[in-house]
């Protein structure tokens, strides 16, 4: 057996216990906590630790000190689901404002959540550098932007316009470019 065919039956079967920020436990396959190039980052360097006293049957812990218990248990399900179904590739710029005719309806499923979840599986994708969640999470907030006036954009994500009718004018005027496009 090579030595690469080794390591990914190995992944197979090892564990790793990762721990939220509340200190709840979770405990998934290296293959699925691999997908977080941070967390295979930690492995890895836990790994080189070649002390003989280390117990191999113990499940290495990794503290996830930014990510909630409820948003990693959501990590954790898209990184298991991406393991079986890799999600297609996200078209840019998107083709449609539907997330379901842009991924697989569980992707689309997935993100189908309220904003300040979605907003927190964004920080937990980009601080567990987990690429495709990334991807994914972003391609929806671009998704719910997507052919929507400014005051529409304003609205949906409860942002206040904190210009003046003069000082829109002026940003309007000095853009006028970009609307004619």
């Known amino acids: 057996m090579s030595e690469a065919a080794a390591a990914a039956a190995d992944d197979d079967t090892t564990k790793v216990n990762l721990v939220s920020k509340e200190g709840d436990s979770f405990e998934v396959s290296a ?6 190039e941070l967390v295979k980052t930690m492995m890895d ?81 980009n601080y567990m550098d987990i690429k495709p969640l990334l991807d994914l999470t972003c391609a929806t907030v671009a998704s719910m932007i997507k052919g929507k006036t400014p005051e529409e954009i304003r609205r949906t994500f409860n942002i206040a316009n904190d210009f003046s009718p003069e000082e829109e004018a002026q940003v309007r005027e000095e853009n006028k470019w970009c609307e004619e496009a």
């Open 45 to 125: 360097e836990d790994g080189d630790d070649d002390d003989d006293d280390d117990d191999d049957d113990a499940v290495a812990e990794i503290p996830l000190p930014n990510v909630k218990a409820s948003v990693l248990k959501k990590v954790i399900d898209f990184c298991e689901h991406h393991k079986a179904e890799p999600m297609t590739e996200i078209e840019k710029p998107l083709k449609s404002a539907v997330m379901a005719e842009v991924v697989q309806k569980w992707y689309a499923d997935f993100v189908n959540v309220e904003q300040v979840l979605l907003f927190e599986l964004i920080l937990a994708a």
């Open 31 to 36: 293959e699925v906590a691999k997908m977080s």
